[in-house]
């Protein structure tokens, strides 16, 4: 059985902290979806949260932060398309944003990587933990190719292993967020998801 703690208690970030900077995966919960998430700069999180949803390593994995001043020092260039759209309704909320990178100033755990794809998530316990510890690698909490369960419950068995530590915060919704490509120009919608495509394209018109 995986150690669990509902998101809403107090001791509910503190143990979250603890157990990535211990290298732990935590199932977390966010405003779309269940998410696995790690400490970006440890390698063997990484590594296991590649294992724990059988995910081929070589594809790269989406970030979240807490605000926009958090992207400061990973050295992406932020369009003024990407702007407008981190100053819209959807943010925070079910919007993923790739960048590209200036030439320098990324940490080591970017090298190599021609975008970076960040989201500001809509949700009390995901927000308080990314002020609390900064950016973090979250990934959908599904094996790769397979569909996202909507409870802690229903999600843990079907993991190729349990995570560290499971932060319960009941039902979420299944549909991810929408993806688009500022990194591009002009930038384009990758993925729609909960943001209503005709909405996010209207912002970058």
């Known amino acids: 059985m995986v150690e ?15 157990a990535l900077g211990a290298g732990g995966v935590v199932l977390a919960p966010t405003d779309t979806v269940y998410g696995l998430a790690v400490a970006p700069d440890d390698g063997r999180a990484v590594d296991r ?94 094996i790769h190719g397979q569909r996202t369960r909507q409870t802690v419950d229903e999600i843990v ?9 499971a932060v319960d915060g009941g039902a979420r919704e299944t549909v991810p967020s929408t993806l688009v490509n500022c990194a591009v120009d002009p930038p384009l919608v990758e993925r729609e998801g909960a943001a209503p495509r005709a909405a996010v394209e209207a912002l970058l018109a």
Request: charged residues 20%; aromatic residues 6%.
């Open 4 to 18: 669990t703690v509902p998101a809403g208690s107090a001791a509910a970030v503190d143990r979250a902290a603890a």
């Open 49 to 142: 949260l590649f294992a724990i949803k059988r995910r081929p390593v070589v594809r790269t994995l989406p970030v979240m932060v807490a605000r926009r001043g958090q992207l400061s020092g990973l050295g992406v260039v932020v369009t003024a398309a990407a702007e407008r759209l981190i100053a819209s309704a959807f943010v925070p909320g079910p919007l993923t944003i790739a960048l590209g990178f200036s030439g320098g100033g990324r940490p080591e755990w970017l090298d190599g990587r021609g975008e970076m794809a960040f989201r500001i998530p809509d949700d009390p316990f995901m927000l308080a933990l990314l002020a609390r510890i900064g950016p973090l690698f979250v990934t959908s909490a599904n």
């Open 157 to 165: 068995p079907r993991l190729a292993f349990a995570p560290d530590l």
